[in-house]
Structures are given as C-alpha cells and as structure tokens.
C-alpha cells in the first residue's frame, strides 16, 4: 500500500478519534479504532492514550495476528475484537468501538436496539442486537462478537459498550452516532410510555429501499413477530416488528398501559399482565405512578 494511502488512513482515526471524544462517545482513554492497510496489516489505535488527543504518529501496525510491526507505542488491548471482525468479514476495512452513554446505557440494562421504529435506522443498520458479556482485553470478547458480527454492522455489547464495522474509517464511525442517535431516540419514546413499531410488511417494504439506495448491508432484515427464538441472528438482521395486514405502524406493547390508567385497578393491573403476555423479552416498563398504584392495590387485597 502507497505511503499516501497510510498518511490517509492515519489521517482518518485521528479525525474519528477527535470526533468520538467531542462527542463524549469516549473519556479518558476509552476506545479504540482500527483499518486494513492491506491483506496482510492492520493499523491501529495506541493504548493509554485519549482518542481526543491523539496524533498521526502515535499509530501502531500490526499483523492480524496482533503482532506489532512498527510503531512507538503497543496496541490497545482490545485488538483481539476487531481482528476477529476482521476475520469473519472480508467486506469490511474499518473497526470503531467506544461508549456512547445511551447505547451503553441499554446495553446494561440488557436491552438490545432491535425493535423496527426507525425507518433510517432500519435501511442502514437493521437490528443491533446485544453480543454477551465478555471480559474486555480476553478472548471472551472476540467470541461473544464473533455470533453476530457476520450478519450486523453494529452491535451493543453487554455491559461494555459498541461496537461498529464499515468500507471506511469515516463510515464506521457514522454507524456509531447512529446507534448513539437511536438509543437517545428509543430512550424518550419508552419515557413517554410508548413506541410505534413498523409492521412486518412495512419493514419488508423498506428492504427493497436497501437495494434501491445501494446501501451495502451484509445480511437480509428479519421481522420476527414471535417470541420462539426460532429466528437465527448469525444469518440476519432480526427486528421486533408484529405482523398486520393493514396497518404500517403498529402500537408498542408499551402503550397497553397507558390505555389502562384510571380509576379503575382491575383494568390498571391487566394491562401489565397484557403486557408481559406481549413482551418478547420479559421486559416491563411502569411510570413511578403505575408502580405506585399496583403496590397499593395489591396493599388493599391483603388487608381484605
């Protein structure tokens, strides 16, 4: 690879690097970034060093053993991870990983970005599903990654943070704030105790777009409306999107508590159990008012 292409590359996650920890995506020295040079070498981020401040030079290369092969400083200990994206996706030439603070934040509480609310989020990164917990800087990572980076472009990782892959330093990146922009997104929607989710049709609908904007997407969308976990992540994108055969938009399982506040706590008290019925994942969303009203209800009929 011409020195031009490297001083380009180098260039490329400096400017991520800065961008990310602008963003707030990265603090202290979190973070890391990496590129294909060519089919034998990698270029990478160093370790202990903020992803705000770095320069050109500080670049490490190495083979995609992790073996360092020029450069003042070690690689960050997370290299594993992206070598193994690289591995098992000849497509990609980019690996962004950092801590956007709301998709972290679902990525903690377990709560995967994968119900289909988004048009432009759909088309580009389909589902972003929750690789498990691994121990950052051991092989757990890699292997945790490893079950779903084949068929996504972006992945929450359990308890650690996110992960993005793309063609370019710049686009993989994006992919980044995308997630980021999602979760803020998806965050207000479940405060405000609701969220529209596309039908299955209409996600299908926005499949054929993929193809229509040339938008590269390395496995096909999955509207999955079932709860039997039948669906394989490893071969596509799945997305929480129920079936209807007339509606585009169809109500959350969220706002089934909402159509059930009033005086009247038999009704109050279905609607949750309506609600964990729907749920596909035994997640549970109340108001402090909610909460507080099923306790003293279930109070009452205790002293009765």
Do not use: W
């Not at 996706?89 to 998709?103: E, Q």
């Not at 904007?213 to 994108?237: F, M, N």
């Amino acid at each position: 690879m011409s020195t031009l292409v490297e001083e380009q590359l180098r260039a490329e996650i400096v400017e991520a690097g800065r961008r990310l920890y602008a963003r707030g995506f990265v603090a202290s020295n979190d973070g890391n970034i990496s590129a294909r040079l060519d089919e034998t070498r990698l270029i990478t981020t160093p370790k202990s060093v903020s992803k705000g401040f770095m320069t050109p030079d500080m670049m490490v290369i190495v083979d995609y053993d992790g073996n360092k092969l020029a450069g003042n400083r070690d690689p960050s200990s997370e290299l594993p991870m992206h070598i193994e994206i690289y591995r098992n996706r000849p497509d990609v030439n980019a690996v962004v990983h950092a801590h956007p603070p709301t998709a972290t934040g679902f990525a903690v509480a377990g709560i995967p970005l994968t119900r289909a609310v988004l048009a432009e989020v759909v088309t580009t990164l389909g589902s972003i599903p929750i690789a498990e917990y691994g121990t950052p800087s051991t092989a757990e990572l890699p292997a945790a990654v490893r079950k779903y980076i084949k068929a996504h472009d972006g992945l929450l990782l359990a308890n650690h943070g996110a992960v993005t892959c793309c063609r370019t330093v710049t686009t993989a990146y994006y992919k980044m704030e995308t997630i980021e922009h999602f979760a803020r997104i998806s965050l207000v929607a479940r405060l405000l105790g609701r969220e529209h989710v596309f039908s299955r049709e209409e996600v299908e609908r926005l499949q054929g777009l993929r193809g229509m904007y040339g938008i590269a997407a390395p496995a096909p969308l999955c509207a999955d409306g079932s709860s039997d976990g039948t669906v394989d992540q490893v071969l596509c994108q799945v997305l929480e999107a129920p079936e209807s055969g007339s509606e585009r938009l169809v109500p959350g399982v969220s706002a089934a508590i909402s159509q059930a506040r009033g005086p009247h706590r038999a009704s109050l008290r279905d609607g949750v159990e309506a609600r964990v019925e729907a749920s596909r994942d035994g997640e549970i969303r109340l108001t402090y008012g909610e909460l507080t009203a099923l306790i003293r209800d279930a109070v009452r009929n205790l002293k009765d």
